[in-house]
């Protein structure tokens, strides 16, 4: 079983771990990684935004959740659009078997629909991550060329979903 909730201040450590985990799976496979943030990153923690996926009372996934879009990203038609944005998604490659990332885009899928919003929105720098997004819903919908490099932007309509079935349940403590 898996669980959402919010990230805190208290979660920084786990989270910082989970990603450094990540960045080395990363690095072995020859992909850029973000060690060079992991501090950052998992500073999210606190701020509010970042939810934490869980199982066996350990953080295996993480991600920064807004309702606000990114300014240069979307226009501002697609902004006044009630939206979900999913930001820095990460997951502990130890529990790739299990999808985590594909449970954190579900659960705010479901989320988002819940809280009667229209779209779940994302964007990335690499066209692998595209058509890894792709296979969880997700479709492209435009790109833009950043001094960051080049941005792929998603979106995905928000639906109920069944996220028992899942083994995703949600603590909003």
């Given amino acids: 079983m898996f669980t959402m909730r919010p990230a805190t201040e208290a ?29 950052d990153l998992a500073g999210q923690a606190g ?3 970042m939810w934490v996926l869980e199982a066996e009372d350990r953080i295996v996934g993480c991600t920064t959740v807004t309702t606000d879009a990114p300014p240069k990203d979307w226009t501002p038609e697609e902004a006044a659009e009630e939206s979900l944005y999913l930001f820095t998604t990460v997951t502990n490659p130890a529990y790739r078997e299990h999808k985590p990332g594909t449970l954190i885009a579900l659960w705010a899928v479901d989320r988002a629909a819940q809280q009667g919003r229209r779209w779940v929105r994302r964007g990335c720098f690499f066209p692998e991550l595209v058509k890894y997004y792709e296979t969880q819903g997700f479709s492209l919908v435009k ?25 995703v349940t949600e603590n909003a403590v």
């Avoid at 979660?11 to 501090?39: F, K, Q, Y």
């Fill in 47 to 49: 701020a509010g935004f």
């Fill in 143 to 167: 790109e833009q060329e950043r001094s960051a490099g080049h941005l792929y932007l998603l979106a995905r309509r928000a639906e109920h979903l069944d996220l028992a079935q899942l083994r």
């Fill in 11 to 39: 979660d920084t450590p786990d989270v910082a771990a989970m990603i450094t985990a990540r960045c080395t799976w990363m690095e072995e496979r020859g992909l850029v990684s973000w060690r060079e943030n992991v501090d």
